[in-house]
T-cell receptor, first 114, second 113 residues
Framework: DQQVKQNSPSLSVQEGRISILNCDYT??????FLWYKKYPAEGPTFLIS?????DKNEDGRFTVFLNKSAKHLSLHIVPSQPGDSAVYFC?????????????FGTGTRLQVTL | DTGVSQDPRHKITKRGQNVTFRCDPI?????LYWYRQTLGQGPEFLTY????????KSRLLSDRFSAERPKGSFSTLEIQRTEQGDSAMYLC???????????FGSGTRLTVV
């Protein structure tokens, strides 16, 4: 049972444009959400997070939006840069579960073209 | 502080052999996690330590798998009698608390032939 879903395996965006990566979840107990970026041959790197008490969190070029009623979150990258090309994972945790245990989606490969 | 360190980076082993991986977390992080990632999937939770105590194990962690974190510092993950299905990237992560996100190591890629 895939509790965190990233339905787009890949996305291609031109440099300077907005990249929007989407994530859906099914477990209503999830209350904390994170995005990670992964380059080949490296471990995932934490990007940005959001608590369920918020609907938006911004950090520089990265903004995460949370729609709890739709059980949907998205990551916006503006403007996109070639160095953003990587695999992006959405992850979620539930406060009632193992402390900080994360459930990951399958990832979206973002390619930023010149 | 050089982040989370994992050793070895790559391991090729014959089916039936035992392998052991090591993870050195960030020194002030009391929480340590092991995850496994296979091709086309996101990382999957295996086990979690708070200091030296192993507080949860996933059902993915069969009896052939054992993890330790003596003295709450580095951790080891051992796989006995390896099978081809064990081939994956094994990721270690540490964190100081829930709201900080994990710091992952670069992983150990295991290939069972």
């Amino acid at each position: 049972d895939q509790q965190v879903k990233q339905n787009s395996p890949s996305l291609s965006v031109q440099e300077g444009r907005i990249s929007i990566l989407n994530c859906d979840y099914t477990n209503s107990m999830f209350d904390y959400f994170l995005w990670y970026k992964k380059y080949p041959a490296e471990g995932p790197t934490f990007l940005i997070s959001i608590s369920s008490i918020k609907d938006k969190n911004e950090d520089g070029r990265f903004t995460v939006f949370l729609n709890k009623s739709a059980k949907h979150l998205s990551l916006h990258i503006v403007p996109s840069q070639p160095g953003d090309s990587a695999v992006y994972f959405c992850a979620a945790s539930a406060i009632t579960g193992t402390a900080s245990k994360l459930t990951f989606g399958t990832g979206t490969r973002l390619q930023v073209t010149l | 502080d050089t982040g989370v360190s994992q050793d070895p980076r790559h391991k090729i082993t014959k089916r039936g052999q035992n392998v052991t991986f090591r993870c050195d977390p960030i020194s002030e992080h009391n929480r340590l996690y092991w995850y496994r990632q296979t091709l086309g999937q996101g990382p999957e939770f295996l086990t979690y330590f708070q200091n030296e105590a192993q507080l949860e194990k996933s059902r993915l962690l069969s009896d052939r798998f054992s993890a330790e974190r003596p003295k709450g510092s580095f951790s080891t993950l051992e796989i006995q009698r390896t099978e081809q299905g064990d081939s994956a990237m094994y990721l270690c992560a540490s964190t100081a608390g829930r709201n900080y996100g994990y710091t992952f190591g670069s992983g150990t890629r295991l290939t069972v032939v």
